[in-house]
C-alpha cells in the first residue's frame, strides 16, 4: 500500500482515487462554479467589497478560527485596485504576472470549470 493510500485511510476519506473521482464529479457538475458565484452574491447583497479583484490560491487556503466574514476598509480596496491597475498595465506590455514569490499567476476566469488539464465540463472530455 502506497504512503498516500495509507495517509487518506487513516483520514477516512478513503483511495486517492475516490478523493480524486468525487472531485472530478462535483468540478463537471459546477459544484466549485456554483459556490463561488454564490460567495460573490453574499458578498455582493452584503456590500463587502469587489470580489473580482481577489485571487485565491487553492494550495494554501486556511481559515482562521475568528473568520467570520470579509471585513476590508477602503484603504485596503483602493490599495488592491490600484494593485489590480499596475498589473493590467504590466501585462498589457507584456509581462508575465507573478504573485509575491515570484510564481507565473495564471488566473482561471469565472465560468470555466477550473482544470487546470482544459478538459472542461463544456468541452466534451
Given at each position: 500500500?502506497?504512503?498516500?493510500?495509507?495517509?487518506?485511510?487513516?483520514?477516512?476519506?478513503?483511495?486517492?482515487?475516490?478523493v480524486?473521482?468525487?472531485?472530478?464529479?462535483?468540478r463537471?457538475?459546477?459544484?466549485?462554479?456554483?459556490?463561488?458565484?454564490?460567495?460573490?452574491?453574499?458578498?455582493?447583497k452584503?456590500?463587502?467589497?469587489?470580489?473580482?479583484?481577489?485571487?485565491?490560491?487553492?494550495?494554501?487556503?486556511?481559515?482562521?478560527?475568528?473568520?467570520?466574514?470579509?471585513?476590508?476598509?477602503?484603504?485596503?480596496?483602493?490599495?488592491?485596485?490600484k494593485?489590480?491597475a499596475?498589473?493590467?498595465?504590466?501585462?498589457?506590455?507584456?509581462?508575465?504576472?507573478?504573485?509575491?514569490?515570484?510564481?507565473?499567476?495564471?488566473?482561471?476566469?469565472?465560468?470555466?470549470?477550473?482544470?487546470?488539464?482544459?478538459?472542461?465540463?463544456?468541452s466534451?472530455?
Amino acid at each position: 500500500m502506497a504512503v498516500q493510500d495509507r495517509r487518506a485511510d487513516a483520514a477516512g476519506i478513503g483511495a486517492w482515487s475516490t478523493v480524486s473521482n468525487g472531485f472530478r464529479q462535483w468540478r463537471d457538475a459546477g459544484v466549485f462554479e456554483a459556490l463561488l458565484e454564490g460567495l460573490i452574491a453574499e458578498a455582493a447583497k452584503r456590500g463587502e467589497g469587489d470580489l473580482s479583484l481577489v485571487t485565491i490560491d487553492s494550495t494554501t487556503i486556511r481559515a482562521h478560527q475568528d473568520a467570520t466574514g470579509m471585513d476590508t476598509s477602503q484603504d485596503v480596496l483602493t490599495a488592491l485596485e490600484k494593485a489590480a491597475a499596475e498589473e493590467e498595465e504590466a501585462r498589457s506590455k507584456g509581462a508575465v504576472p507573478r504573485d509575491e514569490a515570484g510564481r507565473t499567476v495564471v488566473p482561471i476566469p469565472i465560468g470555466t470549470s477550473g482544470d487546470a488539464s482544459g478538459a472542461g465540463a463544456g468541452s466534451g472530455c
